[in-house]
């Protein structure tokens, strides 16, 4: 689903009809102009669905409070099996992944393996 210019009202639509899914390892949505509001679309996706092992949003226009949203949905999420996060090409800062980490990376339920995130904000 990258590059398809979904945008905010696509990705929730997305997302929306993905809480049932049972099947589904891995989605990809680089590039397509999600913002704060998709990326709390993705965290009840997230907290809803437990096959998701690929998550995939870089290049979209995601700030820190975008990815707290994220570790919301990763940490609520029952059994969640995310194994790969890609959120490079954002505008995260500093604090947001200050505050990622310690709530995800750093947390003893942790199943990330792969952390993608060149090209944000940090200093």
Known sequence: ?????????????????????????GL??????MDVEGARAIRDLLKANNTLEFLDIGHNRIRHKGLE????????GEASKLKTLAVRMNFINDIGFHNFFHAIIFSESNSIRDLYINENNLS
């Open 1 to 25: 689903m990258s590059q398809n210019q979904l945008g905010v009202f696509g990705v929730c639509l997305l997302a929306g009809v993905l809480h049932k899914n049972r099947v589904l390892k």
């Open 28 to 33: 990809n949505l680089f590039k397509n102009q």
């Open 69 to 76: 949203a994220l570790a919301d949905g990763i940490k609520t």
